[in-house]
DNA sequence: TACGAGCGTACGTTATCACATACAGACGGC
DNA sequence: GCCGTCTGTATGTGATAACGTACGCTCGTA
């Protein structure tokens, strides 16, 4: 038995679940899928990776389609972050505070925070990450007070309300300008091509 | 090449548009996901049906989860939402409005909503676009009321503050069962590039 | 023209998938 | 007891999945 076999085992185990909550038998479904029935004890105890054909055949004696078998053993399509169980970011800057507001899922596309800045106050210190990977991109909503963005040398002011996109892998850094606190929610999309 | 590669071939058809639209070689997509470039023309030209390990290991360096490249096949047509056909106005559905806060530009990768629904309100009627292009992820952020989320036949119940991310080509709704106006701001990121 | 670098694909070998057959154990019936 | 039938699994064989290598091809560049 490879590794590989051990690390995707659980279709095998989702299968047989399936199989006996229909209460079928390996012979049963074999006809019913066109698989044999060793074949199906097989992938049912991990022993070997079906090909696309026969997944699919066995997904189809099942009654259902691969992409749902296969949905049923990756985890979640679906992720909640409770808002008591937020991230809190490191506070690197004085006035400054956010919050991770996405779940850490690996692969994920966009990470939304939330942003709080004292008046005065500035994102992105000597230790904070002031930018991010090649071909990002960064949607800032203002949600209270007034907001001033600088970046790549420039300076653009945002009033409550705004939202501004720009290319993330530039250096850039907020600033609370005003004399009220200010909140802005941040969303950082992964830059999909890698050059 | 026998007759079930020819049958399911839209995998191989589905793999090649994908690895093209993120501009990788075969070479580059056997790096990224660790099969070699030859099983992966075979694979796109329908003339082997790979294991589900390999299968696997293809859709992670194409940054997507089997079931979902597998979906995206099974489907057949694409449906595509597109920015300009939605960026104004209340929807078809009574009690739902929202407005596009990102810019009109060519190329975001995320585009922000606010969605406001009545009590008892669901977003995407009959009239409504439910889902997504494929690959792409949907993150939403309750900020008043309570919401909850349908997303392939499952239930969600959202509170003031939570924060979910789900994958958008699926069929979802959005509805407010409470008996107070919920507000929610919706992240859509594209889930490839397109050509 | 010649060259190197990039592309996708044809080739031959090895690993393994998938089958038909055969087996050991559990249950029920004359 | 001795069948007949069901269960899931071990066995051996042919088909094929997956690999490493190498080929023909199209570009820029010298």
Redesign the interface.
Known sequence: MSL??IV?NG?GTRIRALREAMDLSLRDLAERSGVSAPMLSQVERGET?????V??RIAAGLEL????L??LD?DG????????ERRQGPSAVAGHSYEI???P?P????E?SRHTLAPGAVTGGPGDPPMHEPGA?E?A?VQSGTVVLHCDGQRYELLDGD???FDADLNHHFENPGPEKAEL?A?V?AG??RS
Chains 1, 2 share one sequence.
């Open positions: 590989g076999a995707q279709v990776s079906p090909t696309l054909q997944a699919a389609r691969l992409s749902q296969l949905r990756e399509a679906v992720s909640i972050v409770r808002g008591d507001l996405t779940p899922l692969g994920q596309r966009a939304l991109r949607t909503l939202c501004v996109t929610l969303i999309s999909l091509r």
